[in-house]
């Protein structure tokens, strides 16, 4: 079975700063992968997704993940973080018959 | 609708108590998915959804969570005789087509069930 770790639990950056949230998965084939945000109270909001060619994707409000085989990973990045970023990222992987595995989230806090 | 519609948003259980949680997915979208999120963890996957056909119900944790989904539309989530180790948030995600997504599927807000 896929399992998806994110070796973070909470992060904090300062406002304007960049960001970068680690997910590493094992699947043995290419996988589907995806990161989505959680605001409290609120469901997942897809940030983007990788299926196949180019590595580097772009997602909404900036957000960017690059996928390499060779580490497994699949980090999320934004240049610059806002205020309104504050929230629980989950990175995903999708396996065999459509479902979703989900890693353990990231809090992120935002500093002014 | 515009989005998943999942209700009640909120639900408090007592222990032993049956509850039926409800999802109205986008209209058209073909499969539908259930997954549990405890507290402070990922959602985890618990059935799933091809129009009315339940093509995956090995996340079901036991025989008291019951899924259905009669006319390829709404589904009701189930779960008999409540226990404490119930309590989570209850997502309902959808999507338009049958295999991977290029669209990643849609969630609703969930349903925030407590049983006390």
């Known amino acids: 079975a896929q399992s998806v770790t994110q070796p973070d639990i909470h992060i904090t950056v300062s406002e304007g700063a960049s960001l970068e949230l680690r997910c590493n998965y094992s699947?043995?084939?290419?996988?589907?992968l995806f990161w989505y945000v959680q605001s409290p109270g609120q469901g997942l909001q897809l940030l983007l997704k990788?299926?196949?060619?180019?590595?580097l994707v772009q997602g909404i409000k900036g957000f960017e993940a690059e996928f390499k085989r060779s580490q497994s990973s699949f980090n999320l990045r934004k240049p610059s973080v806002h205020w309104s970023d504050a929230a629980e990222y989950f990175c995903?992987?999708?396996?065999?018959?459509?479902?979703?595995?989900f890693g353990a989230g990231t809090i992120l806090r935002v500093k002014s | 609708g515009a989005g998943v519609s999942q209700s009640p948003r909120y639900k408090v259980a007592k222990r032993g108590q049956d509850v039926a949680l409800r999802c109205d997915p986008i209209?058209?979208?073909?499969?539908l998915f259930w997954y549990q999120q405890a507290l402070g963890q990922g959602p985890e996957f618990l059935t799933y959804?091809?129009?009315?056909?339940?093509?995956?119900k090995s996340g079901l944790p036991s025989d008291r969570f019951f899924a259905e989904r009669p006319e390829g539309s709404v589904s009701t989530l189930k779960i008999q005789r409540t226990q404490q180790e119930d309590s989570a948030v209850y997502l309902c995600?959808?999507?338009?087509?049958?295999?991977?997504?290029?669209?990643?599927?849609?969630f609703g807000s969930g349903t925030r069930l407590t049983v006390v």
């Open positions: 995903a992987c999708m396996e065999y018959g459509n479902k979703l595995v």
């Open positions: 990788y299926f196949s060619g180019d590595t």
């Open positions: 995600a959808s999507s338009y087509v049958r295999g991977p997504s290029n669209y990643g599927y849609t």
């Open positions: 209209s058209g979208h073909v499969s």
């Open positions: 699947y043995g084939a290419t996988p589907y």
């Open positions: 959804f091809q129009n009315e056909a339940q093509l995956d």
